[in-house]
């Protein structure tokens, strides 16, 4: 596709539900990564990944967050036993990021915005 | 993670000012970026940097390898500016804690 996608746009969860995020980024983008952005907040570091290796997931706030990017491509944020306090936007973002430590612009998408009551 | 810290946290400016966001990390990096965020907005990508000085309009970023640091200045600010403007770095995606400027008419 042309940018980034993220999807559901929208998700409202109860609370206990678990919820899977998707994020479609730039074909041919290497680099992927997820951040959670709380309503007035600015965003936090979740995970990295470099095609299918999660180099960095030190951000997961809890065990009960799973990233996974199995083909080097799409990758799936996985919420299991929601609380209220995940709610947030969930940004994806991508970039070319060349092998040899070279990078590329970064390009986010939309968000996926999850409300858990 | 303090591997990359943004000063002011907020700024406010008048129409006009010359502005600087400061950005100062702490790992080893590819680039640096720094990107836009208005309110309710997504993110947009401002620059990529490696090295040097780069400059788009009235934006102007520099990075200082050897400090670690890096800068983002506004000319001639505008209201239209107003946003949460963030410093982060590659390979690792770091961000900063964001930057808040309201530049007033």
């Known amino acids: 596709g042309a940018g980034v996608s993220q999807s559901p746009r929208y998700k409202v969860a109860k609370r206990g539900q678990d919820v899977a995020l998707r994020c479609d980024p730039i074909?041919?983008?290497?680099?992927l990564f997820w951040y959670q952005q709380a309503l007035g907040q600015g965003p936090e570091f979740l995970t990295y990944?470099?095609?299918?290796?999660?180099?960095?997931k030190s951000g997961l706030p809890s065990d009960r967050f799973f990233a996974e990017r199995p083909e080097g491509s799409v990758s799936t944020l996985k919420i299991q036993r929601t609380q209220q306090e995940d709610s947030a936007v969930y940004l994806c973002?991508?970039?070319?990021?060349?092998?040899?430590?070279?990078?590329?612009?970064?390009?986010f998408g939309e968000g996926s915005r999850l409300t858990v009551l | 993670k303090n591997e990359v810290e943004q000063s002011p946290q907020n700024l406010t400016a008048q129409e006009g000012e010359f502005i600087t966001i400061n950005c100062s990390y702490s790992?080893?990096?590819?680039?640096l970026h720094w990107l836009q965020q208005h309110p309710g907005g997504g993110i947009v990508s401002l620059f990529m940097?490696?090295?040097g000085k780069k400059k788009h309009g009235r934006l102007i970023a520099t990075i200082n390898i050897q400090e670690k640091h890096s800068s983002l200045h506004i000319t001639a600010s505008h209201p239209r500016d107003s946003a949460v403007y963030i410093c982060?770095?590659?390979?690792?995606?770091?961000f900063g804690s964001g930057t808040k400027l309201n530049v007033k008419p």
């Open positions: 973002a991508s970039s070319l990021g060349l092998a040899g430590g070279r990078t590329g612009e970064l390009f």
């Open positions: 074909s041919g983008h290497v680099s």
């Open positions: 990944f470099q095609n299918e290796a999660q180099l960095d």
């Open positions: 790992v080893g990096i590819s680039a």
């Open positions: 940097l490696s090295s």
């Open positions: 982060a770095v590659s390979p690792r995606g770091y």
